[in-house]
């Protein structure tokens, strides 16, 4: 009976940092994405183009491919990982600790290098700043706490 109630009592504690980051995280999409809408306004407002050569497109589909190919990479790996595995150090994850925030950053910028939108740039590197040292932040102080000394050594070896 003590063992069931242990069980209980773990897969709620997991369930509340999950939660949390997930929070955390989606919180962190809308801003990408509200950030996003506020730059294309202030281009539709205010159109100033900045590339004149048609290579700015070509590099901004590049941008989106990678972005697009680092999210569903993100997403496969940490779909695929087992319940009781506390491994950080699978697909993009040994590379940086937050492919997930680089794809939408790549996508974002993707795009703006594509419609020649200045605003949408600048709107891009206000929200991956913004994100980086506020909702990555607040995530990764839930995984200290969630991990511990495991999640510490990992962000000694991978960077953001």
């Known amino acids: 009976m003590e063992d069931a109630q242990k069980t209980i009592e773990k897969e709620a504690e997991t369930n509340l940092y999950k939660n949390k980051v997930h929070w955390t995280l989606t ?11 506020i730059g294309f306004f202030f ?5 100033l183009k900045i590339f004149k050569d048609s290579i700015a497109i070509h590099f901004g589909a590049i941008l989106i491919l990678a972005g697009t190919v680092l999210i569903f990479w993100a997403q496969k790996t940490s779909r695929n990982l087992k319940k009781d595995e506390v491994t950080f150090l699978k697909g993009p994850y040994k590379i940086t600790r937050s492919p997930t925030h680089w794809g939408l950053f ?7 290098f594509i419609a020649n939108a200045l605003f949408v740039i600048i709107s891009t590197l206000i929200s ?11 995530e990764e102080l839930i995984l200290e706490n969630k991990y511990g000394e495991l999640y510490k050594e990992y962000k000694k070896s991978v960077k953001f």
């Open 43 to 47: 281009e539709l407002i205010f159109p």
């Open 128 to 138: 991956f700043i913004v994100a980086k040292f506020i909702f990555l932040k607040k």
């Open 106 to 112: 790549l996508l974002m910028l993707g795009f703006s």
């Open 27 to 37: 919180h962190s999409y809308f801003f990408y994405f509200f950030m996003f809408l």
